[in-house]
């Protein structure tokens, strides 16, 4: 697992602004720059609901301040002074204003350009699946991101991490809670799609040393577990470790596509059909990125096994919760 050094003083007076700070993996990162020193500035749309972050530092360390990425003026005030900017915000789904296109292509060119304005390192945080003739929204517009970013900045770090795990995942959490309700759990184009999911304290520990210029500028690392797993795979992994008997039900593409049309503007959808999309394609580190050290390895970082961390957090959709004896 990612070591982070704590310190009982501030190391540096140096200005980090983090936008999305207030995210699953943001809080992470906000967590590991102040537990190294840094000052940061997390720039959010809504700063009354980010409070919870300040005290992950010391008093004044960290600080919140609103930003919308869809406006470069907020953009711009966000990095005045900042002597480093990491870029944070993505949506797994679209909504309202909130649209791919506006959050990664639109907001990553704004933030990269005011980045440089400011002469600043930036550090971008995109995905695995990042490619412009992705079938999905997502994918092409992470590419569009990544490729604005680097018309920008050209030393920018880019990271595209696999699915994230941790206490606060979506993946993991949400199927968890599926089957503690449903008794069927659908594998999604017959569950063969593979991926190599990562701990999200690794990939803050990762954003960390590019903070700390211990990344190589101008490279794009693409950040997985240890183990790569097919959807199957991690839906029994998730039935084993939350101690229940669920039936595993094949669903084809299509289905899945056609059922995903009928729900997805649902509050709460469970999936979407761009989200379909995504799944027909695997969600693993390439083996170009691994030959040229463009992972983990190249960071000096061991990432983090999932039966290290799951447990920690699905306890709670056991019947008995922790106390409820588990086969392993």
Known sequence: MSDVTVTDRPVSDSLVTVFGGSGFLG?????????????????????????????????????????????????????????????????????????????????????????????????????????????????RTKAEGEAAVRAAAADAIIFRPSLLFGPEDDFFNRFAAMARLSPVLPLIGGGTTRFQPVFVGDVAAAILKAVDGKAKAGTTYELGGPQVRTFRELMELVLREIGHKRLLVDLPFGMANLMARLTQWAPGAPLTTDQVAMLRSDNVVSDAAKAEGRTFAGLDITPTALATVLPTYLWRFRKAGQFTHVET
């Open 27 to 139: 809080r992470h990162v906000v967590r590991a720059l102040a537990m190294r020193g840094y000052r940061v500035r997390v720039a959010v749309r809504r700063p009354e609901l980010a409070g919870f972050l300040q005290p992950l530092g010391f008093v004044g360390q960290i600080q919140v301040s609103q930003a919308n990425v869809r406006y470069p003026e907020s953009v711009a005030r966000a990095v005045d002074g900042a002597e480093a900017v990491v870029n944070l915000v993505g949506v797994l789904s679209q909504s309202g204003r909130q649209s791919f296109d506006a959050v990664h292509a639109f907001g990553a060119r704004a933030i990269a350009q005011a980045t440089a304005r400011e002469g600043a390192p930036l550090v971008h945080v995109s995905a695995i699946g990042a490619d412009a003739n992705s079938p999905s929204g997502y994918g």
